[in-house]
C-alpha cells in the first residue's frame, strides 16, 4: 500500500512564504505530483518532481527527495487568491503507476 | 476552464432511484478517471480507463456502474446508493495512463443521497 502524510490546514499572512511538506511511504516510487484546488472546483496541476531537487515555477517551487520521502510546495509572495487546498499525489510501482492522493491541506491566507 | 465538463454539477437521489454522472473531455485524451473526493479524505481512485477499456477498478462496489463509449466520454451509473455514498465525483483525463502526464480534472458532480 502507499502512504501519504500531509498536513491539514495552515495559515500564512499575505506576502510571506509557506512551504507545504508531503511525506510518503510507498514501493517503487515514480513521481510525486502537486495539484491545487480551489472551494468548489477542479483540481489544477503545478508541478511534477520525479528526480531529487527544487523544481521552480514562478512564485511557486517543489522540492523532491526521494531517499527521504518527502516533498515540499514552497510558495513565495503569497496572495490571497493562494487560499486553497494543496494536493501531494504520489506515482508507484504499488499504484499501478496511477497517482495516489494525500488529503491534501487546506491553506488560508488572511490579510 | 480545464477541457473536461461534468453534468450535473449537483444531483440529490434518494436510495431507490437510479441516475447517472457524465463526463465529457475535449483535450482529445485517451484514458479517462473516476475519482471520489468526501470531506477530510484523500481523492479515492474508482476506475480507470485507457482507448476506451476499462484499466482499474479500484474494489468499487457494483451500485457504480461506469460506462466509456469512446475515448472522449465517460459516464458513471448509479444505483441503490447509500447515504455514505454522498460526496463530490470527479472525472478527470490525460493523454494515456501511464501515469507521466498530468491529470485534467472536471469541476465535479456533488452527489447528496438521502
Known amino acids: 500500500g502507499q502512504n501519504i502524510d500531509q498536513p491539514t490546514e495552515m495559515t500564512a499572512t499575505e506576502g510571506a512564504i509557506v512551504q507545504i511538506n508531503c511525506t510518503y511511504q510507498?514501493?517503487?516510487?515514480?513521481?510525486l505530483f502537486w495539484y491545487q484546488q480551489h472551494a468548489g472546483e477542479a483540481p489544477t496541476f503545478l508541478s511534477y518532481?520525479?528526480?531529487?531537487g527544487l523544481e521552480e515555477k514562478g512564485r511557486f517551487s517543489s522540492f523532491l527527495s526521494r531517499s527521504k520521502g518527502y516533498s515540499y510546495l514552497l510558495l513565495k509572495e503569497l496572495q490571497m487568491k493562494d487560499s486553497a487546498s494543496y494536493l501531494c499525489?504520489?506515482?508507484?510501482?504499488?499504484?499501478?503507476?496511477?497517482?495516489?492522493f494525500g488529503r491534501g491541506t487546506s491553506l488560508i491566507v488572511h490579510p | 476552464e480545464t477541457g473536461v465538463t461534468q453534468t450535473p454539477r449537483h444531483l440529490v437521489m434518494g436510495m431507490t432511484n437510479k441516475k447517472s454522472l457524465k463526463c465529457e473531455q475535449h483535450l482529445g485524451h485517451n484514458a479517462m478517471y473516476w475519482y471520489k473526493q468526501s470531506a477530510k479524505k484523500p481523492l479515492e481512485l474508482m476506475f480507470v480507463y485507457n482507448f476506451k477499456e476499462q484499466t482499474e477498478n479500484n474494489s468499487v462496489p457494483s451500485r457504480f456502474s461506469p460506462e466509456c463509449p469512446n475515448s472522449s466520454h465517460l459516464f458513471l451509473h448509479l444505483h441503490t446508493l447509500q447515504p455514505e455514498d454522498s460526496a463530490l465525483y470527479l472525472c478527470?483525463?490525460?493523454?494515456?495512463?501511464?501515469?507521466?502526464?498530468?491529470?485534467?480534472f472536471g469541476e465535479g458532480s456533488r452527489l447528496t443521497v438521502l
Open positions: 478527470a483525463s490525460s493523454q494515456d495512463n501511464s501515469g507521466t502526464g498530468e491529470l485534467f
Open positions: 499525489a504520489v506515482r508507484s510501482r504499488g499504484g499501478s503507476y496511477i497517482p495516489t
Open positions: 510507498t514501493s517503487g516510487f515514480n513521481g
Open positions: 518532481n520525479v528526480l531529487d
